[in-house]
């Protein structure tokens, strides 16, 4: 969650997007999960999938006002599993515009059994 917010911060016209990626990235380091984090941070959205602009870090796209872009990073561990949180934006003049409201976040549901939570019943 703190990787998509400091992501989210820079959403904004004429940031180039590698330096939202960077950003993205560099959180991840700073917990050491750099080596982690093998996919892209996020894309723009339209009528294909993905589109441009491109948040990865060899991108030479940047932000542009109107632009609707995903920010969507993850985590993957080896022998756990991985996830992502997204959450989509208007770039507006100004700033941008969350498009999503969903919650995010990650609830144990304590109806699972125990093996599927990662602790054994044995």
């Known amino acids: 969650m ?3 917010a400091a ?3 820079l959403l904004c016209p004429d940031v180039p997007a590698a330096q939202v990626d960077a950003v993205v990235r560099g959180h991840f380091a700073a917990n050491g999960l750099d080596g982690h984090f093998p996919s892209h941070t996020g894309h723009g959205l339209g009528l294909g999938h993905p589109e441009p602009p491109y948040l990865v870090p060899e991108s030479i796209d940047t932000l542009q006002a109107h632009d609707v872009v995903a920010l969507e ?5 080896p022998a756990v599993g991985g996830m992502r949180f997204e959450r ?6 100004c700033g941008h515009e969350m498009l ?3 919650q995010l976040g990650l609830t144990p549901r ?3 059994p125990r093996e599927i939570m990662g602790s054994p019943s044995r």
């Open 73 to 77: 990073p993850g985590l993957f561990l």
């Open 7 to 9: 992501g989210e911060a």
């Open 110 to 112: 304590a109806d699972l």
């Open 88 to 93: 989509n934006y208007l770039i507006t003049d």
């Open 100 to 102: 999503t409201r969903h």
């Open 2 to 4: 703190e990787a998509l």
